[in-house]
């Protein structure tokens, strides 16, 4: 359904406003009159329009001073300034001022569509505008989404199968395993994907912040809110929002959220006007909802209501034959943002990044590519370029022999064979250390 | 509203079979009996010296207030010049959704575009601004189909565009409206 324009009338003269507001009104707009800048401004603090049409000439303050403020109230509103003394020095100080055209009155029937039609196009651009490069952006986002093992081979054929739909969705899955990059996904495959991805990270924010954030507010709704603001939801309308973290809100924001999705509708903080939003939803987490609901720390009817459809991102241990790809990728990407030539990985650096055990996930594996091509200074991506020393818990270590030969070599090689400086690390005695040495046939690297 | 008519009044003189054509017309679009009543005001009180025009918005107001009723919609029709204070001219006016509405021939004849004259397309014309202005007061908006009554129109070549007809959505609107009372 196409957005109904909104055209606020300032003018003193009342036939003016009787004129323009049935003509107005006669083209399907939603419009508004204000006898003075005074009252203009005063609707304009708990209302907003697409359009305002000015008068120059009027009592008290003029419409130039207005259009001042309106541009510093909502930059990109569009102010048309209207006069029966029309000079060139006060169009040029209007155009100058921000205002979007300067017409003298009476003006033709045709003139008048002729302005709003040419406004009304303005705002659609910049809508459509907005909306492109949140696609764009969207787009670029998903070629992140790499792998070819069939666990992720699971999670594409559930992105795909669940994004034509509108139903909501629950992304789990350990931290940095690219829950987002499968919600950017599913909103760029879905019908909604001309629209915004608005995305809210709940645990980073305090409740009544997080309300604020969703909701949005009113002039003066709480100390510091000098604006009216759009919350989240209304910035999602005919989109997606995204909500991540979304185990860590509390039970009245859990209330709130239940309200909203049931009626897609919804009060902004300190609001009493009732805003309609075309929203699907989709949330994620690293916590278990199910036994969050059990403990009774998250609403069950919530839940159920969320969790439509759950998609699994698996942890990147879980998929080791995707590393090699992974990998490839992000040099790609970081040689080619850094402007630099392409590298490659030296196959025991490789190996050893298989043999990880990747707690961070994703996120980790791409930040430890992303500062070897930082700090290394070759073509080939090595062992010495790779942050591992500290966390090598490799998936193939079961028996604790394994586990003890690692650790040897760990610190064999962090003190260069010095045998007498290992053993002391190690709070064992040489002979002890010799007698490692042989057990598992321990050598020093090339 | 109990709609049960719709009255045309001429204010000067109409031709009987032009008044005639008009009023079958707007029966056949809006399927109510047609009265035509015979209407007096003292035009001169609406009759701005400056502009040499008639006030459109307070000769619609004046109709409103002395002419109609609560039991159909009544539509003026004048022969003068109309304006209001914002806009040049208008074709015509009506309170949307209200009982009344007012429509001028004055702009809409050929030979006031250097044409040569043609009797039969200011009849067209004026049955399409009668019906329009009483869309609008039936609760219409303005309508972007080609071809639908309801579209805007600015100059009378906008007019020879759009059929005397409502489109299937504008007619739908009417009935349901209609049907709501």
Known sequence: MAKKISILIVDDEESVRDSLYSWFIEDGYRVECAENANKALAILESDTFDIILADIKMPGMDGLEMLRRIKFLRSDSIVIVITAFATVDTAVQALKDGAFDYVTKPFDPDDLSHLIRNATKQISLSEENESLKKRVVSLENVEDLIGKSEAMKRVLKDIESVAQSSSSVVITGESGTGKELVARAIHSNSTRKFFPLVSVHCGALTESLLESELFGHEKGAFTGAMYNRKGRFEMADNGTIFLDEIATISTKMQIDLLRVLESKKFVRVGGNKEISSDFRVICATNKDLKSMVEKGTFREDLFYRLNVVNIYVPPLRERIEDIPLLVDYFIKKYCTSMNKPPATIDSSALKRLEEFSFPGNVRELENMIERAIVVGNGKKISLKDLPLEKTIISNSIESLDDLEKTHILQILNKYSWNISRAAKALKVDRVTLYNKISKYKLKPAD | ?181
């Open chain 2, 1 to 181: 509203m109990d709609i049960q008519n719709i009255t045309l009044i001429p204010f000067g003189y109409f031709e009987e079979v032009f008044l005639k054509s008009i009023s079958e017309a707007v029966k056949h679009e809006f399927h109510f009996p047609v009265n035509i009543k015979e209407g007096h005001l003292d035009l001169s009180e609406f009759y701005d010296p400056i502009r040499r025009q008639y006030n459109g918005t307070k000769l619609l107001r004046e109709i409103d207030s002395l002419f109609s009723s609560d039991t159909g919609k009544t539509i003026g029709l004048f022969s003068v010049d109309l304006y209001i204070p914002i806009l040049t001219y208008i074709y015509g006016q009506a309170f949307l959704n209200g009982r009344s509405g007012i429509a001028s021939v004055y702009r809409l004849s050929n030979e006031r575009y250097g044409m040569n004259i043609d009797d039969k397309i200011i009849q067209d014309r004026f049955i399409k601004e009668v019906i329009h202005e009483l869309g609008h007061a039936f609760g219409l908006i303005h309508c972007y189909i080609p071809t639908c009554v309801m579209r805007s129109s600015t100059y009378v070549e906008d007019i020879d565009q759009k059929s005397a007809n409502f489109c299937f959505s504008c007619k739908n609107q009417i009935d349901a409206g209609l049907s709501d009372l």
